[in-house]
Every structure is written in structure tokens, then in C-alpha cells.
Nanobody
Framework: QVQLVESGGGMVQAGGSLRLSCAASGRTFTVNRMGWFRQASGKEREFVATITRTGSETYYDDSVKGRFTISRDNPKNTLSLQMNDLKPEDTAVYYC??????????????WGQGTQVTVSS
């Protein structure tokens, strides 16, 4: 099993920045791609960004492209999401996810508990 713990959420004004982190523990050697998702109140969980095992490829939802950057540090077992130029519509609970090949929502079989990001206008 892999455990994921997010941190770094908070409240920021529009145009500001936040950096989310996700610490992975357990059988981290089984982790392939990792990703960030978010869920706004009353809405379904949606994809934000993903990164391959080596970090050589990243993909973003169009709504965050150019503003968010996903990265990972494999020796430290951490995943990060740098969020710049934040907008009120970015307000949501942000979840870290990891894929070890066991299937699951969007192919991710391990999820963190989430961290709240609130952007005020």
C-alpha cells in the first residue's frame, strides 16, 4: 500500500500563489504516474495535472495550463503543485493521487485525504 498526505493548502487572494505538496510513504517503489485532482463544493472531482514516473512528461487540464506546474522528487517521495495566478474558480479541495497499476478512478488506486484551497476575489 501507498499512503499519501497533502499539505500546503490555504486561503489566498486572486492573483496569488500557493504550493501544494504530497508526501508518499509505504510501497513507494510501486508508484508510476502521479497526479493532482480537485473537487469544488457541489461538483464532481476533476483532473488537474499528471506526471509520469520519471517526470519526463506532464499533462494539464486546459483551465490550469500555463499557471500550474506539477513536479516530483522521487528520492524524497514527494509530489508538488505550484499554483500561480490563482483565480476564484480554482477554489476546491485538492487531492494527490498515485497509480500502482491497480485501476481505480482515472486509473489511480491511491488517494490522499485532500487539502483545501480557497481563492478570494
Amino acid at each position: 500500500q501507498v499512503q499519501l498526505v497533502e499539505s500546503g493548502g490555504g486561503m489566498v487572494q486572486a492573483g496569488g500563489s500557493l504550493r501544494l505538496s504530497c508526501a508518499a510513504s509505504g510501497r513507494t517503489f510501486t508508484v508510476n504516474r502521479m497526479g493532482w485532482f480537485r473537487q469544488a463544493s457541489g461538483k464532481e472531482r476533476e483532473f488537474v495535472a499528471t506526471i509520469t514516473r520519471t517526470g519526463s512528461e506532464t499533462y494539464y487540464d486546459d483551465s490550469v495550463k500555463g499557471r500550474f506546474t506539477i513536479s516530483r522528487d522521487n528520492p524524497k517521495n514527494t509530489l508538488s503543485l505550484q499554483m500561480n495566478d490563482l483565480k476564484p474558480e480554482d477554489t476546491a479541495v485538492y487531492y494527490c493521487a498515485a497509480s500502482t497499476g491497480g485501476g481505480g478512478l482515472w486509473g489511480y488506486d491511491h488517494w490522499g485525504q485532500g487539502t483545501q484551497v480557497t481563492v478570494s476575489s
